[in-house]
T-cell receptor
Framework: GAVVSQHPSWVICKSGTSVKIECRSL??????MFWYRQFPKQSLMLMAT?????????EQGVEKDKFLINHASLTLSTLTVTSAHPEDSSFYIC??????????????FGPGTRLTVL | QKEVEQDPGPLSVPEGAIVSLNCTYS??????FMWYRQYSRKGPELLMY????GNKEDGRFTAQVDKSSKYISLFIRDSQPSDSATYLC????????????FGTGTRLQVTL
């Protein structure tokens, strides 16, 4: 299957700082990328959907000014957590779909980024 | 009520056992049903995908969808220690390139 990478895999930051997480599709063009958040022992919750070259669509309850998403190219989307606080500590996972998908346009998931805010 | 409920809770079975995982859902618009496997600190990987009602088999894995009951299942035969992971059901109304709604996950441990 197609490969999606995330960087960094783990980040620790101080409260009030901003953190950028990158999501890359390595061997296909990702027309759509999704950002999920997963708390310990809980399921994935969709935060936002981004299409290349367009503004992201955020799910209800997700602050767009706090979680900035940029999908500037067909292989890269970034999530910036601005003014991070301890409650933002979570596992952030991206997925991508596009021209490498099967007949049903499979979403390919990245390995996730663990954010810890002190 | 959550849109997707998943059973059972954490599960521990001996090697070789048959495992049954289930999800119920409330949104009758869901048409695409997926099962993902997630190892610790990793992203989910697609195991099985089914469109509408019916059964699908892939090796030791069988997925069943009963839309009339809003109920889906994943069966794992001859379970192996390498099957130890969290299994997530997911579903969507408009195709798997669209927004997925996930169940809460079942953590499976297969012991020797």
């Amino acid at each position: 299957g197609a490969v999606v990478s995330q960087h960094p895999s783990w980040v620790i930051c101080k409260s009030g700082t901003s953190v950028k997480i990158e999501c890359r599709s390595l061997d296909f063009q990702a027309t759509t990328m999704f950002w999920y958040r997963q708390f310990p022992k809980q399921s994935l919750m969709l935060m936002a959907t981004s299409n290349e070259g367009s503004k992201a669509t955020y799910e209800q309850g997700v602050e767009k000014d706090k979680f900035l998403i940029n999908h500037a190219s067909l292989t890269l989307s970034t999530l910036t957590v601005t003014s991070a606080h301890p409650e933002d500590s979570s596992f952030y996972i991206c997925s991508a779909t596009g021209l490498a998908g099967g007949s049903y346009n499979e979403q390919f998931f990245g390995p996730g980024t663990r954010l810890t805010v002190l | 009520q959550k849109e997707v409920e998943q059973d059972p809770g954490p599960l521990s079975v001996p090697e070789g056992a048959i495992v049954s995982l289930n999800c119920t859902y409330s949104n009758s618009a869901f048409q695409y049903f997926m099962w993902y496997r997630q190892y610790s600190r990793k992203g989910p990987e697609l195991l099985m995908y089914t469109y509408s009602s019916g059964n699908k088999e892939d090796g030791r894995f069988t997925a069943q969808v009963d839309k009339s009951s809003k109920y889906i299942s994943l069966f794992i035969r001859d379970s192996q220690p390498s099957d130890s992971a969290t299994y997530l059901c997911a579903m969507t109304a408009t195709g798997t390139a669209s927004k997925l709604t996930f169940g809460t996950g079942t953590r499976l441990q297969v012991t020797l």
